[in-house]
C-alpha cells in the first residue's frame, strides 16, 4: 500500500508543480515565468519526487514510464495496473487543487494547460505532429530512465538526469502539443477542462504509452541487462 500512495503523492506533486506553473505561473503580469520556468518546474517535480519518494515506490509518476519498464524488463506486469491508478487519481488530486486555487480570484480555468493540437496547440500544429512528437519525447524520455537508473550507471545521478531530460523534453514540445509524455497529467487536466480536451485525449494515452512500450524493448535487446 505505501509504494501505491508514494505514487499518488508524486503524481500530485507534478501536476501541481508542473501544470500548476503552467496556469497561475507562466503569463503572470509582469513576472510570468514563460515556457522556460515551466519546463524547469515539471522538471523539478520530478528531480524532488525522485529523490524523495523514489526510494519508495521507484518514482514512477506516469502510466507511460510504468508500462515502458515493463516492456524493458525492469519491473512486475502484476503492479502495474495499481501504480497506474494511484497515478491518475494523484493527477487528478492535484488538478483538484489547482482548480481551486486558479478559479479563487474569479476567472476561468480558460485550457488549464491540457494538451490538445490544431487549435489547442500553442503552436497551432497538427494531429501527425503531436503523434510524432509525442512518440518520440517518451521514447527518449524512456531510454534516458532506463539508461540513468541501469547498474553499469554513476549511483546517485539518476534523479538530476531524469529532472533534466523531462525538463529539455519539455522546452522542445510545450509549442506542439502543451507536452504530454504522461497520460496521467493529460487525463488530470483534461477532466476539469472537459470538450475538446476529452475529445483529443485519447492521443495524449495511447502515443505516449506507444512510445514508451518501444523504448523499453529496444533498450531491453541494446543493454540486455539483467532486472
Known sequence: ?????????????LVIGGCGSAVLAAAFPGVGIGLLGVSLAFGLTVLTIAYSLGPISGAHLNPAV???????????????????????LGAIAGAAFLYIVATGNGTQIGDF???GYRSHSPGKYGMKAAIVTEF??????????????????????????????LTLIHLISIPVTNTSVNPARSISQAVFVGGWAIE?????ILIPIAGAAVAGLLYRYLLDEPA
Open 1 to 13: 500500500m505505501k509504494i501505491y500512495l508514494a505514487e499518488f503523492i508524486g503524481t500530485c506533486w
Open 66 to 88: 510504468t508500462i515502458g519498464l515493463v516492456a524493458a524488463g525492469k519491473f512486475e506486469a502484476r503492479m502495474a495496473p495499481m501504480y497506474i491508478l494511484a497515478q491518475v
Open 113 to 115: 494547460a491540457a494538451n
Open 136 to 165: 518520440m519525447m517518451t521514447a527518449m524520455f524512456l531510454f534516458i530512465i532506463l539508461g540513468a537508473t541501469a547498474k553499469r550507471a554513476a549511483n546517485g545521478f539518476a534523479g538530476i538526469t531524469i529532472g533534466m531530460a
Open 200 to 204: 483529443q485525449l485519447w492521443l495524449f
